[in-house]
């Protein structure tokens, strides 16, 4: 089946400072993902639709200047949480779908310390 | 805009045993897909078990299968022989035929526990 790779697994960053999660298609061409937030024991949120070659659409309630997605291939999606602090501690998921199904990354655990 | 409703926070099964997680939806679409999937501890995203709308009859995957009511908007998920390795949290989803890309609305989730 199709693999989506997400990568890091986890990391752990300073307050102020801008972490980068990238999301990988491995064996098809994705032009759109989805990222998404997780809090414990909770849904999947979605963040916002990132469309190769053009602006990401974000959710309501998203800040874009936060969260900033580039979708520069047709394989690879990041998403950067720029200025990080604690609260933007959460467990980040990307997806990509090829024709009726979605794959998933494995998801980045962020904290911020 | 559609809604997915899992009104069961936990099920908790014996081993062997089978277990049902209900899923409502709202929509006014006729034809779109519904999904389960699973969350083990990994967190990583598993797909259970798709539908499409139009299709009357239900999904099966081994010991997985649904119960679709269209007109119930109702759309459930049965486990049976459940087994350690099935628990997890489940997310039922919804996804629009309008959505070329592929955006799926998700339920609360419903987390499984199986006991030996």
């Known amino acids: 089946g199709a693999v989506v790779s997400q990568h890091p697994s986890r990391v752990i960053c300073k307050s102020g400072t801008s972490v980068k999660i990238e999301c990988r298609s491995l064996?098809?061409?994705?032009?759109?993902m989805f990222w998404y937030r997780q809090f414990p024991k909770q849904s999947l949120m979605l963040m916002a639709t990132s469309n190769e070659g053009s602006k990401a659409t974000y959710e309501q309630g998203v800040e874009k200047d936060k969260f900033l997605i580039n979708h520069a291939s047709l394989t690879l999606s990041t998403l950067t949480v720029t200025s990080a602090h604690p609260e933007d501690s959460s467990f980040y998921i990307c997806?990509?779908?090829?024709?009726?199904?979605?794959?998933f990354g494995q998801g980045t655990r962020l904290t911020v310390v | 805009a559609q809604t997915v409703t899992q009104s069961q926070p936990e099920m908790s099964v014996q081993e062997a045993e089978t277990v049902t997680l209900s899923c409502t939806y709202d929509?006014?679409?006729?034809?779109?897909?519904l999904f389960w999937y699973k969350q083990p501890p990994s967190r990583q995203m598993i797909l259970v078990i798709r539908?499409?709308?139009?299709?009357?009859q239900n999904a099966t995957e081994n010991r997985f299968s649904v119960n679709f009511q269209k007109a119930a908007k109702s759309f459930s998920l049965k486990i049976s022989d459940s087994q350690l390795g099935d628990a997890a949290m489940y997310f039922c989803a919804y996804r629009s035929p309008d959505d070329s890309w592929g955006k799926l609305q998700f339920g609360a989730g419903t987390q499984v526990v199986v006991t030996p």
């Open positions: 929509t006014s679409e006729s034809d779109y897909y």
């Open positions: 997806s990509a779908t090829r024709t009726y199904e979605a794959f």
């Open positions: 064996d098809f061409q994705a032009t759109t």
């Open positions: 539908q499409e709308a139009y299709k009357q």
